[in-house]
T-cell receptor
Framework: DTGVSQDPRHKITKRGQNVTFRCDPI?????LYWYRQTLGQGPEFLTY????????KSRLLSDRFSAERPKGSFSTLEIQRTEQGDSAMYLC????????????FGPGTRLTVL | AQSVTQLGSHVSVSEGALVLLRCNYS??????LFWYVQYPNQGLQLLLK??????LVKGINGFEAEFKKSETSFHLTKPSAHMSDAAEYFC???????????FGSGTRLLVRP
């Protein structure tokens, strides 16, 4: 039973550096989502893909953030010129296009910007 | 805009006691409703969901939730708390016209021996 996987699990970087995270969804899932979770808060939606098309982006997703899902399978989330405020847990989830939007989450990537 | 309110950022119960975690949503049109649990440094695991049909929904680990349209609520209960239930619980909604989940701020459940 392979669930959603994310890599790396932890990332420490210095302010101003670029970072990239990877998410591998459950294999038959067409939809893939990115969320950000800060300490003591619930996850906040960032963006989602259906196959390779990015269909919705939150206004939380500044110009420094870009997400791709080039072949409709894995996805990457890149943050350019990181800031201390970017420190958070970045969660990936996937779901089928049928059903009731039941999303399955990965373990997350914890980003610390020094 | 849709919002989710979880009353009580921390709830403490004794082992064996009733667990009640509260969730209210703002939409006038019943959305899809979910409860997720998060253990430290892990992702979220789905406990249960309400989509259509029966308003009392049973989930994993003995949890259940009741959808009450008149109260716009979806409270989570468990008759008898176990030490392993200690975790953070998130209520989430998804509008039927959208695919993103909107989460509450979470309730941390503490279980006292």
């Amino acid at each position: 039973d392979t669930g959603v996987s994310q890599d790396p699990r932890h990332k420490i970087t210095k302010r101003g550096q670029n970072v990239t995270f990877r998410c591998d969804p459950i294999s038959e899932h067409n939809r893939l989502y990115w969320y950000r979770q800060t300490l003591g808060q619930g996850p906040e939606f960032l963006t989602y893909f259906q196959n390779e098309a990015q269909l919705e982006k939150s206004r939380l997703l500044s110009d420094r953030f870009s997400a791709e899902r080039p072949k409709g399978s894995f996805s990457t989330l890149e943050i350019q010129r990181t800031e201390q405020g970017d420190s958070a847990m970045y969660l990936c989830a996937s779901s089928l296009t049928t059903g009731f939007n039941e999303q399955f989450f990965g373990p997350g990537t914890r980003l610390t910007v020094l | 805009a849709q919002s989710v309110t979880q009353l009580g950022s921390h709830v403490s119960v004794s082992e064996g006691a009733l667990v009640l975690l509260r969730c209210n949503y703002s939409s006038s049109v019943p959305p899809y409703l979910f409860w997720y649990v998060q253990y430290p440094n892990q992702g979220l695991q789905l406990l249960l969901k309400y989509t259509t049909g029966a308003t009392l929904v049973k989930g994993i680990n003995g949890f259940e939730a009741e959808f009450k349209k008149s109260e716009t609520s979806f409270h989570l209960t468990k008759p008898s708390a176990h030490m392993s239930d200690a975790a953070e619980y998130f209520c989430a909604v998804s509008e039927r016209s959208s695919y993103k989940l909107i989460f509450g701020s979470g309730t941390r459940l503490l279980v006292r021996p």
